[in-house]
Structure formats: C-alpha cells, structure tokens
C-alpha cells in the first residue's frame, strides 16, 4: 500500500436496502446539509463506483478490454484526494477547502460549494485507445463513466444520501485545480451529501 495514502473502511457487501428501492428512490439532489460525510460512507460510495471485487483484479463496473481508464478525485472541506482501488484508500492532492473553486469551474453552480464532497470522475484516454484507437475509445470512456457514476448514486440512494451528476463545467480550470497528470480528463462531477432538511 502507498505509505502516503490513508485506507478507507472495509466496504460492505450487503445492505438493508433492495436494488429495487435504491432505483425507485434515487433522484437528483441539489441541496444539501452541512454535515460532512462519514468517511466509512465516503468508501462505501468509492468502492461502488470503481472498487475492486476479486483477486484477479476486476472492478465493480463493466469496463472495455478491462483497461480501467477512470480515475477518481474527490473535493471536500479538508483536501483534494485521490482515490486508489487496489489499497481502496485515499491519497491527498492538496489540503484545503476548494469546493468553492469547483464550483466556480462548474459555471457557478452553488450546491457543488454546498455539498461535503464532490467526486470527480476523470479518464485517462490512452489506456483504452492502445487496444481500441481513438476513434472508439471515447464511447467506450463515457460508457464506462455512466456505468460507475450509477453505481454511486445507486449507493448513495441506498445510504440515505443525495446526489446528483453534472457534466457542465470548464474542463481545463477543473483539471488545473485537481492539478491532474496531462493525459487525464476531467468528466463528470458527482456532489454527494445528507439532503437538507425539508423546512
């Protein structure tokens, strides 16, 4: 393991909650309390979105030629961190509070500044286009994304929390604030947290 990672909770595999009730109460939340997450929550919904589920190493979404190209970030109060499946652990970027800087990058939607953590969802397109090429490799990308980022919401649902995705945002101050490598794109944002209460 990265001595400079920080390990999450064992994620569980069974809950109190069907499929079927997390589908019907799944729906898109914008508003949030401001409570930060527990972090053996935070790894339940990491792990649901690109955990690892056996010893040979495949995930927990269907991924083409599993080449794996999706990395994860996550934005919260306390840091920019990076999530690594094979420790199923944290790792930090950037201490600090830049939800308001995701927010502005996302063209000034406030409950990203809100919510206590966003995931960000990025690629790294060559992992796919070495055996795909680059004509391909892109739908299989969003599929993939579309495929995890379920996964997480679904989770979500399912611990009684809100979340909701959102594709619009500035690509490049996104991959600037997450200082991601060269060959990662930002995709999706995923905020997450307890809905805020009915008034």
Do not use: C
Not at 18 to 30: D, K, T
Not at 71 to 96: C, F, K, Q, R, W
Not at 113 to 126: E, K, L, M, S, Y
């Amino acid at each position: 393991m990265n001595t400079l990672s920080k390990p999450l909770p064992v994620p569980r595999i069974s809950g109190d909650v069907s499929v079927e009730h997390a589908i019907h109460v799944r729906q898109s939340i914008r508003s949030y309390q401001d409570h930060p997450l527990e972090e053996k929550d935070l790894g339940q919904l990491l792990w649901a979105a690109q955990g690892i589920r056996n010893a040979q190493g495949y995930r927990n979404v269907p991924s083409a030629g599993a080449l794996y190209p999706l990395e994860l970030y996550t934005v919260s109060a306390v840091a920019i961190s990076h999530y690594l499946p094979a420790d199923h652990s944290l790792i930090n970027i950037m201490e600090g509070d830049f939800r308001l800087e995701l927010a502005r990058a996302a063209l000034e939607q406030e409950f990203i500044a809100q919510a206590p953590v966003t995931i960000v969802f990025t690629a790294v397109p060559a992992r796919t286009e070495v055996r795909y090429g680059k004509d391909r490799s892109p739908r299989y990308i969003d599929l993939e994304i579309g495929h995890a980022a379920q996964n997480l919401m679904l989770q979500a649902a399912a611990l009684e929390l809100g979340s909701v995705a959102v594709g619009a945002f500035h690509d490049e101050e996104v991959a600037t604030l997450l200082a991601l490598p060269k060959d990662t794109i930002p995709i999706y944002l995923v905020p997450v947290g307890y809905p805020a209460l009915s008034s």
